[in-house]
């Protein structure tokens, strides 16, 4: 199977191969654009769009807060009350603790066999000689057990990318000891769960990154997933004929792969920094 010329493995096409080769496939052979959720009223799918966005927004405001546009200027331009409150939660949440030198949605890129494999965190933190933190803000209300979240796609390849693209930034070779990850969870309170590194684990995860990375490659039929769960929150339920939209309260928005444009009232930002 041949992949789109400037295809990169990503966390989110690795995963989605691992729900689901069809959808895959639709989103990123063939370039489907995601429809909407196809909810069964109207009313839902506006709601549906408005929490992406809300998703959106806040890791907007997270970019600019790490970029020194003043905290207050950021909250004059929230409109909703749910990305208040999870960017008070961030503000409060004490990245203190993190390395000084901040580099919010920063996009990391190494390869494996020759293929491209890239990372874009939400925020790297590190110290030449001392740690390299990668943060991910989580907007959603449910948080997977540890086990689960250690399994994700999105956890290895994080992890296994900031290790090994990182010492660029570190200006040195960079010991995976020092590589950790952080999910913050802005609407649990800034619940965090960390994640650290280790050469072992670096191995054992470039092994399972080579392994999925060359069955893409070499595959030439998506079937459609036999575990219809992943069905449940899939933008192409509808043209797969896998059944009704779910409640909007049963989704998790940290585990979509769907992106929203946001929308920050720029007018009351002011001129700041733009
Ligand atoms: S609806 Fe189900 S089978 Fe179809 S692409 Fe989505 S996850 Fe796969």
Known sequence: ???????????????????????????????????????????D??????????????????????????????????????????????????????????????????????????AQVDLLAFEPGGDLVVVDWKTGSYVPDRESLRQRWQTIVYLYVAAKAGSRLYGAPLPAERVRLEYVYLARGGQRIRFTYSPAQMRDDEALLSGLMSEIQSASDFPLTPECRHCRFCAFRVHCERGEA??????????????????????QIGEYAF
């Open 246 to 267: 779910v409640s909007l309260s049963d989704v998790d928005f940290d585990d979509l792969d769907e992106v929203a444009d946001i929308e920050l009232d720029f007018e």
């Open 1 to 43: 199977m041949n992949l789109p010329a400037n295809f990169v493995f990503s966390a989110k096409n690795l995963q989605s191969y691992a729900d689901c080769p069809r959808r895959f496939q639709l989103r990123y052979v063939e370039g489907w654009q995601p429809p909407t959720m196809t909810a069964p009223e109207a009313q």
């Open 45 to 118: 799918e506006l709601a549906y769009e408005r929490r992406l966005r809300q998703g959106a927004m806040l890791h907007q405001l997270a970019k600019f807060s790490q970029e020194g546009i003043p905290h207050d200027l950021l909250k004059a331009a929230i409109r909703d009350d749910n990305v208040a409150r999870w960017f008070a939660e961030l503000l409060s949440s004490g990245l203190n603790d993190l390395p000084e030198k901040r580099l919010p949605e920063k996009r990391l890129q190494t390869s494996i066999d020759g293929q491209r494999l890239m």
